[in-house]
């Protein structure tokens, strides 16, 4: 069965550096989503993109953070300068159409920002 | 506010009993609900959602728009219920808004 794969599955960087997550979304998807969780903390949502362009978006997303579909497989989340508060479990997800239809979630990465 | 709120981080009950996890919602349309799962070391996955009305492995969660609940419930526990679940509710944006989730642990 096709699967949202991550990578990597855990990222240690500096604070200040930019750093890139990817996504390969399952692949007759055409929505793509990124979804964050601190440590303990609730889900949020971050960001959705389709037809080459972002959908929606949340406050925490803000110009640190960017969405990209490079190529026609890869989906990646780039936070330009990292902080500490960007530490967290990151996690994208694909779906074959928008809104109410089913997401289907990678196994996310995890980032530590020091 | 949109708010998703489950009032129980920790839900422990024994194998065969009934389950009831709470979920509390705040929003000023018509919701769509849904709830998530997430098994020890394995992805996030849906369980339900509301527009659907399904059964999946023997949970059901009614809407109670009275209450603005939408509590998953199953008749009788299995050890493999055992996981981490979060209800969601979609918003106008088509934006995710997520509990906090509710870890049940199902004891033998």
């Known amino acids: 069965e096709p699967e949202v794969t991550q990578t990597p599955s855990h990222q240690v960087t500096q604070m200040g550096q930019e750093v890139i997550l990817r996504c390969v979304p399952i692949s007759n998807h055409l929505y793509f989503y990124w979804y964050r969780q601190i440590l303990g903390q609730k889900v949020e949502f971050l960001v959705s993109f389709y037809n080459n362009e972002i959908s929606e978006k949340s406050e925490i997303f803000d110009d640190q953070f960017s969405v990209e579909r490079p190529d026609g497989s890869n989906f990646t989340l780039k936070i330009r300068s990292t902080k500490l508060e960007d530490s967290a479990m990151y996690f994208c997800?694909?779906?074959?159409?928008?809104?109410?239809?089913?997401?289907?979630f990678g196994p996310g990465t995890r980032l530590t920002v020091t | 506010a949109q708010r998703v709120t489950q009032p129980e981080k920790l839900l422990s009950v024994f194998k065969g009993a009934p389950v009831e996890l709470k979920c509390n919602y705040s929003y000023s349309g018509s919701p769509e609900l849904f709830w998530y799962v997430q098994y020890s070391r394995q992805r996030l996955q849906l369980l339900l959602r509301h527009i659907s009305r399904e059964s999946i492995k023997g949970f059901t969660a009614d809407l109670n728009k009275g209450e603005t609940s939408f509590h998953l419930k199953k008749p009788f526990a299995q050890e493999e219920d055992s996981a981490m679940y979060y209800c969601?509710?979609?918003?106008?944006?088509?934006?995710?808004?997520w509990g906090a989730g509710t870890k049940l642990i199902i004891k033998p």
């Open positions: 969601a509710l979609m918003d106008s944006n088509y934006q995710l808004i």
């Open positions: 997800a694909s779906s074959t159409q928008g809104t109410t239809y089913e997401q289907y």
